[in-house]
């Protein structure tokens, strides 16, 4: 349990940053979702956003070497999960990858992230040599891919990429032989073709022609990106103001209150308040780095750099496609895009990471 001593610890820049996106997110979904069917959603954020702070709060009691000790048992747990909404889930905008529970839709995919990245860490701290082994790259290859592969069949690729990190984490920190990484990264470059014209569905092959050239179907498929660019350039250096952006308030800019929510705060807070947020993105991934550095033991290093590594994922697929670098993939916008499993995942989770920090003086 938390110790009153810990509580002085506590790496408040840490803290204060993340809170501090939190805010502008709350801000951005009231703006994104003012005078419109989607009004409430605004409401429902703030009750997400309070379930959180619980779910940050109880990362932070209870020692990570107890949570680390349960880790297979919430693995098998979350996947459980996953093969359930396979069979038996709903399909929801053509994605089997919610958890209907009376009034509430939960999606197991974001939780797998923490339950995937205890594992990990449990299995990495145990197992620690030198160099990795093959038995080594092959269990974690197992742990990192069965969840890939469960979430992808959902559909869901955009969320399944933003597992991979793990792996490049696990390789980086296990002293894995260049040879190797670059054998690993050439891989899926050789596979692209038979990926192309065997796996991708065709909507999913229509995203990346769009990102390629998405004035090919400016009223369709391309819209999005066009919108988004115009939103993000529209702000000009200041912005036009705290629920003033045209893009936005006249609903032009599409999912503005998910995916497409930093284009939104482009609009109405301008270059400068998109140098802020990303400012405090920047502080959240540095800290997680420092954390990782001081951490007491092995255990604390692979959470603290695989909670980064998920996080610095999500942050750089979203802004890529918001300013049309990357093609759309629907994946959301880390503490500030609306939804409560993103939002209460990612507050679990950096619980964790103040968990390692606090714990990191303890003999």
């Given at each position: 349990?938390?110790e009153r001593r810990?509580?002085?610890?506590?790496d408040?820049?840490l803290?204060f940053?993340?809170?501090?996106?939190?805010?502008?997110?709350?801000g951005?979904v009231?703006s994104a979702?003012?005078?419109?069917?989607?009004a409430?959603l605004?409401a429902?954020?703030?009750?997400?956003f309070a379930v959180g702070?619980?779910?940050?709060g109880?990362?932070?009691?209870i020692?990570?070497h107890t949570?680390?000790s349960l880790?297979y048992l919430?693995?098998a747990?979350s996947?459980?999960l996953?093969?359930?909404?396979?069979?038996?889930g709903?399909a929801?905008?053509n994605t089997?990858?919610?958890?209907e529970l009376?009034?509430?839709n939960?999606?197991?995919?974001?939780?797998t992230?923490?339950?995937t990245?205890?594992a990990l860490?449990s299995y990495l701290?145990?197992?620690?040599?030198?160099?990795l082994?093959?038995?080594?790259?092959?269990a974690i290859?197992?742990?990192?891919?069965v969840?890939f592969?469960?979430?992808?069949?959902?559909?869901?690729l955009g969320t399944a990429?933003?597992?991979?990190p793990l792996?490049?984490?696990a390789?980086f920190?296990?002293g894995?032989?260049?040879?190797?990484?670059?054998i690993?990264?050439m891989?899926p470059?050789?596979?692209?073709?038979?990926?192309w014209?065997h796996?991708?569905?065709?909507?999913q092959?229509?995203?990346?022609?769009?990102?390629?050239?998405p004035?090919?179907d400016?009223k369709?498929?391309?819209y999005?990106?066009l919108?988004?660019?115009?939103a993000?350039?529209?702000?000009?250096l200041?912005g036009k103001?705290?629920l003033?952006?045209?893009?936005?308030?006249?609903?032009?800019?599409?999912?503005?209150?998910?995916?497409?929510?930093f284009a939104l705060m482009a609009?109405?807070?301008?270059?400068?308040?998109?140098?802020?947020?990303?400012?405090?993105?920047f502080?959240?991934?540095?800290?997680c780095?420092?954390?990782?550095?001081?951490?007491?033991d092995?255990?604390?290093?692979?959470?603290?750099?695989?909670?980064?590594?998920?996080?610095a994922?999500?942050?750089?697929?979203?802004i890529g496609?918001v300013l049309?670098?990357?093609?759309?993939?629907g994946?959301?916008l880390p503490?500030m895009?609306?939804?409560?499993?993103?939002?209460i995942?990612?507050?679990?989770?950096?619980?964790?990471?103040?968990?390692?920090?606090m714990?990191?003086l303890v003999?």
């Amino acid at each position: 349990m938390l110790e009153r001593r810990s509580i002085h610890n506590l790496d408040w820049l840490l803290a204060f940053a993340v809170l501090s996106l939190c805010a502008a997110g709350l801000g951005m979904v009231y703006s994104a979702t003012l005078g419109g069917p989607l009004a409430p959603l605004a409401a429902k954020q703030m009750v997400y956003f309070a379930v959180g702070l619980l779910a940050m709060g109880l990362a932070l009691t209870i020692d990570y070497h107890t949570l680390a000790s349960l880790s297979y048992l919430f693995y098998a747990g979350s996947l459980v999960l996953l093969l359930y909404l396979l069979f038996f889930g709903r399909a929801i905008a053509n994605t089997r990858g919610w958890l209907e529970l009376g009034p509430v839709n939960f999606q197991p995919a974001e939780i797998t992230k923490l339950t995937t990245l205890l594992a990990l860490s449990s299995y990495l701290s145990r197992h620690r040599s030198a160099t990795l082994t093959p038995s080594n790259m092959l269990a974690i290859l197992l742990i990192v891919g069965v969840p890939f592969v469960l979430i992808a069949r959902q559909p869901d690729l955009g969320t399944a990429i933003t597992f991979l990190p793990l792996i490049a984490v696990a390789a980086f920190l296990g002293g894995m032989r260049v040879r190797t990484i670059l054998i690993l990264v050439m891989i899926p470059i050789l596979a692209l073709p038979l990926f192309w014209n065997h796996y991708l569905k065709d909507y999913q092959k229509t995203r990346v022609l769009t990102f390629l050239d998405p004035a090919r179907d400016p009223k369709g498929a391309g819209y999005q990106v066009l919108q988004s660019r115009i939103a993000v350039g529209s702000g000009g250096l200041g912005g036009k103001g705290f629920l003033e952006g045209t893009q936005g308030q006249l609903k032009f800019l599409p999912a503005q209150h998910t995916d497409f929510i930093f284009a939104l705060m482009a609009e109405e807070r301008g270059f400068l308040g998109s140098l802020i947020v990303l400012s405090l993105y920047f502080v959240v991934i540095y800290r997680c780095i420092a954390i990782a550095r001081a951490a007491r033991d092995l255990l604390g290093v692979y959470l603290a750099m695989g909670a980064m590594a998920l996080f610095a994922c999500q942050v750089l697929i979203n802004i890529g496609v918001v300013l049309g670098l990357m093609p759309t993939t629907g994946v959301p916008l880390p503490l500030m895009s609306y939804g409560g499993s993103s939002l209460i995942t990612t507050l679990a989770g950096m619980g964790l990471v103040l968990n390692v920090w606090m714990r990191r003086l303890v003999n």
